[in-house]
């Protein structure tokens, strides 16, 4: 599968973490990515290096991810360059997929999840909640280091958690009995790992009710 997006997929390299992941569970889920930091879709689109990787095909699936999206204008400009990435991902033999994220500080999680949900309505697409996952564990247990000392990029508990979403999503696995290991990137505890991937499956089921903490 191919990843579009910036520092938030790039960040302990959720890719390779997803490949890493799914061989543990025996699945064949090679990655590869074209990231920049502070980058949207529409600026991968223009650079051209997205639009040529996307082209060249091979892939079963292109994920993208920019922002959070929460402002009107960032939610349209969400809907109108996936719907440009999923095209040419079909045509490509690909499906599209969404990587939901979550707001910075203060910023608002039900746009957030919205905008992400529109926007794999909107072009028909696979859509990996991970932001919902990030919340419902946060939920579970507050003390969870999940987002960095900035309070927005993830931690490498919190790229785990990442990898579980798009693992059980595109693999069609449940996340609960996922491995807790990652290759050599990650060796989570036994319970720690238990709640997160309760928490992606409950994000995956859609049963996080908007409003909710």
Same mark, same amino acid.
């Given at each position: !599968?191919?990843?579009?997006g910036?520092?938030?997929?790039?960040?302990?390299?959720?890719?390779? !973490?997803?490949?890493?992941?799914?061989a543990?569970?025996?699945?064949?889920?090679?990655?590869? $990515?074209?990231?920049?930091?502070?980058?949207?879709?529409e600026?991968?689109?223009? $650079? &051209?290096?997205?639009?040529?990787?996307?082209?060249?095909? &091979?892939?079963?699936?292109?994920? !993208?991810?920019?922002?959070?999206?929460?402002?009107?204008?960032?939610?349209? =400009?969400?809907?109108?360059?996936?719907?440009?990435?999923?095209?040419? $991902?079909?045509?490509?033999?690909?499906?599209?997929?969404?990587? !939901?994220?979550?707001?910075?500080?203060?910023?608002?999680?039900?746009?957030?999840?919205?905008?992400?949900?529109?926007?794999? +309505? =909107?072009?028909?697409g +696979?859509?990996?909640?991970?932001?919902?996952?990030?919340?419902?564990?946060?939920?579970?247990?507050?003390?969870?280091?999940?987002?960095?000392?900035?309070?927005?990029?993830?931690?490498?508990?919190?790229?785990?958690?990442?990898?579980?979403?798009?693992?059980?999503?595109?693999?069609?696995?449940?996340?609960?009995?996922?491995?807790?290991?990652?290759?050599?990137?990650?060796?989570?505890?036994?319970?720690?790992?238990?709640?997160?991937? +309760?928490?992606?499956? +409950? $994000?995956?089921?859609g049963?996080?009710?908007?409003?909710?903490?």
């Open positions: !599968m191919l990843f579009i910036n520092s938030l997929t790039a960040r302990n390299d959720l890719p390779g !973490m997803v490949a890493s992941l799914a543990g569970a025996g699945l064949d889920l090679p990655t590869s $990515a074209v990231v920049a930091d502070g980058t949207n879709l600026d991968h689109w223009t $650079a &051209g290096r997205a639009r040529g990787a996307v082209a060249r095909g &091979g892939w079963s699936v292109v994920v !993208m991810q920019q922002g959070p999206s929460t402002a009107p204008e960032s939610r349209e =400009h969400l809907l109108r360059w996936s719907a440009v990435v999923a095209g040419a $991902a079909r045509d490509a033999g690909a499906r599209p997929a969404l990587y !939901m994220v979550w707001p910075p500080p203060g910023g608002d999680w039900d746009r957030a999840s919205g905008s992400y949900r529109l926007a794999a +309505e =909107h072009v028909d +696979e859509l990996l909640p991970v932001g919902d996952a990030i919340r419902a564990a946060l939920r579970r247990d507050p003390s969870l280091q999940l987002l960095d000392h900035d309070g927005f990029h993830p931690t490498p508990l919190g790229t785990y958690l990442a990898a579980v979403v798009v693992v059980a999503r595109l693999g069609g696995r449940s996340p609960v009995g996922l491995p807790r290991r990652a290759g050599g990137r990650i060796s989570v505890p036994v319970g720690t790992a238990r709640l997160l991937q +309760e928490a992606a499956a +409950e $994000a995956i089921a049963r996080h009710k908007v409003g909710q903490p």
